[in-house]
C-alpha cells in the first residue's frame, strides 16, 4: 500500500482510498470528528461519485455538503462528507470503529 495511506488514520483510509481511486481528490480527513474533505471542480458528477462510493463502501447514514468560498478574485468549491462510520469509537477503555461487533 502507497505510503500515502499508511500514514492516514486507519479508520478513514478505505473511504479516501476509495473515493481517490473514483477520480475524488481529497486532502484532509479525520477518525475522531468523521469527516473526509476533497476538492471540487465538477459538483454534478462528483455527487454520482461520491453516492456511489458511500453505497459501495456499506456506508448507511453520511452527508455531503458542497461549500463553496467566494473571494473577490474567485470562488472555490470544496466537498466536506460525514459520516459516523469514519469515527473510531472509545468504549470500555478499548478503541473501536463503530461497527465492531466487540
Sequence with gaps: M????????ETVRPFVKELRDNGINTFCSCEHE????????????????????M????????TAT??????SDAYYHRWEIKSPDFIKKRIY??????????
Design 34 to 53: 468523521g469527516f473526509i474533505d476533497a476538492e471540487s471542480s465538477d459538483p454534478t458528477t462528483e455527487k454520482d461519485v461520491i453516492f456511489n462510493v
Design 2 to 9: 502507497n505510503i500515502f495511506y499508511l500514514e492516514m488514520e
Design 66 to 71: 458542497l461549500l463553496v468560498k467566494h473571494t
Design 55 to 62: 453505497y459501495k463502501m456499506g456506508v448507511k447514514e453520511w
Design 93 to 102: 477503555g478499548k478503541v473501536q470503529n463503530v461497527d465492531s461487533k466487540n
